[in-house]
């Protein structure tokens, strides 16, 4: 154990050392801890994972929802039909940020099947407070993100939950999740018809095992 905290705090110390110009120190250091933060935390992410195992069909359809992209433009679900659609609910400063990598390989690996769609948040212990400009910055210069990405916006459940989150986390519209986001970075899986199917915490990684076989099935 003792080990471990020595290997830890030699990471930090090259982190705060090697710190990216683009990146605050705490990103610096976030970036670096990932991979340890993902080990560990992968059993009990497992245990979270959500299935609609009775593939039940959503009340009303995803592909009547719009939002506002992160530049400000209309973006309409119904553009998305015919493929696999990965919403995830993202954040600059949090444990989980470096899943911004992973989900870049992930919309290039199966770019011909599957769209991701990033929506920043400042939900949870307030680790998303740039603007939408300054987040597609960093999230571009850092981590290459090509993926969709939409305004800031309020995905838990309270006044002014983005309608996209509402449809994600309310049985009565999706036809079985209830689930909100646990933190930055759960993702929800909808397939070619627009059926809701997953739900991954954010302790799974992107590129695990579990999604990458829902995205193939």
Not at 36 to 41: E, P, R
Not at 142 to 161: C, D, E, R, W
Request: charged share 20%; aromatic share 10%; proline share 4%.
């Amino acid at each position: 154990m003792i080990k471990i905290f020595i290997a830890l705090g030699i990471l930090v110390s090259a982190t705060l050392l090697m710190k990216k110009k683009e990146m605050s120190y705490k990103q610096s250091v976030l970036k670096t801890l990932y991979p340890v933060i993902m080990w560990s935390s992968r059993t009990s992410g497992k245990k979270q994972i959500q299935v609609n195992k009775d593939k039940a069909a959503p009340i009303v359809s995803l592909y009547t929802l719009s939002t506002k992209d992160i530049a400000g433009n209309d973006f309409h679900f119904s553009n998305l039909k015919g493929k696999k659609i990965l919403i995830v609910n993202t954040a600059s400063d949090c444990g989980f940020t470096g899943q911004y990598e992973a989900l870049e390989k992930l919309a290039q690996q199966f770019a011909d099947k599957l769209v991701i769609v990033g929506f920043p948040s400042n939900d949870f212990k307030e680790q998303e407070t740039l603007g939408d400009e300054k987040i597609a910055a960093f999230c571009k210069k850092n981590y290459g993100v090509t993926f969709p990405l939409m305004a800031k916006s309020i995905v838990i459940k309270k006044n002014h939950q983005n309608e996209v989150y509402k449809w994600l986390s309310d049985m009565t519209i999706n036809g079985w999740c209830h689930q909100e986001p646990a933190w930055n970075f759960c993702k929800y899986l909808i397939d070619e018809n627009g059926t809701l199917t997953h739900y991954f915490p954010m302790t799974i990684d992107p590129l695990s095992p579990e999604v990458i076989a829902a995205i193939e099935n």
